[in-house]
């Protein structure tokens, strides 16, 4: 079996297990999930096993069950912190360590002074609009961390590929960016990719393509795995956005 082969099976393993454990089938979804991790660990894909463990986590949060997600998130907390990529390791970890607690003053010390004030009001719109006024990096991290307190809901309708993007919208907001001309990061951004490529994500080729050009979205997801063509879906949408 090839290395693509490999990627694609346990892609297939884990959409399946999420199909399953939507339906409540836990321990054939867990079993899946075990399988497919053992084979992206094989063939080096070290970002998407932790990918992959940290989403059943989530998923499994999301169902009412943090004790049985905690494991999965500490351990892909690990993998991330591993990998260097600290800002993934601490989210997972954050949600592994916390039990719904609700709105604790050890949470509002954590938060700006304006969420933290609508906080204590109990301010629903206050808070949505003290969060839509924060950069989408650090909106994106305290979104997570209110639900993983309990303290907001995401409607339970969020994807392992919606949290994927979620979680890497700064980064494709820069190549999106470089594709309109602004090449103030491009540098930056070519190294963040080298790294992430070295750890598993096979997306460098991709930005290439699309800053040389390509905006046909099914030459550029040939042989990419459902995140991944997220991710690439999300970049298109933001170049089409801007008008060019």
């Known amino acids: 079996m090839t290395t693509q082969d ?11 297990g999420r199909t399953l454990l939507e339906r409540g089938d836990l ?22 096993a932790a990918a992959q463990i940290g989403n059943y986590g989530w998923a499994l949060r999301r169902k009412g069950r943090p004790d049985l997600a905690r494991p999965y998130l500490e351990q892909a907390a690990e993998i991330f912190a591993q ?18 607690a609700g709105v604790t003053p050890e949470l509002l010390a954590g938060m700006p002074p304006a969420v933290r004030g609508a906080l204590e009001r109990g ?23 209110l639900v993983a307190a309990g303290v907001i809901s995401t409607g339970g309708g969020e994807t392992s590929t ?3 993007v979620r979680q890497f919208e700064p980064l494709l907001q820069g190549i999106a960016g470089v594709a309109l001309g602004d090449q103030s990061e491009r540098a930056e951004i070519e190294t963040t990719l080298g790294d ?13 393509q699309i800053w040389a050009g390509e905006r046909n979205p ?16 999300r970049i298109l949408a933001l170049i089409v956005g801007a008008g060019a």
Do not use: C
């Open 6 to 16: 490999s990627k694609t099976r346990a892609d297939a393993l884990v959409a399946r």
């Open 27 to 48: 321990p054939t979804a867990t079993n899946l999930l075990n399988q497919a991790v053992k084979l992206y660990w094989a063939i080096g894909e070290q970002y998407a």
């Open 83 to 100: 990998l260097g990529m600290a800002d993934f390791a601490e989210r997972h970890r954050f949600a592994a360590e916390d039990d719904h």
């Open 123 to 145: 301010d629903v719109a206050g808070l949505q609009f003290a969060l839509d006024a924060l950069p989408v990096a650090e909106r994106a991290l305290l979104v997570e961390r």
């Open 162 to 164: 919606d949290e994927a």
């Open 196 to 208: 992430l490529e070295r750890k598993g994500w096979r997306m460098r080729g991709v930005v290439a």
């Open 218 to 233: 099914d030459a550029l997801t040939q042989n990419l795995d459902e995140l991944d063509r997220a991710l690439v879906a």
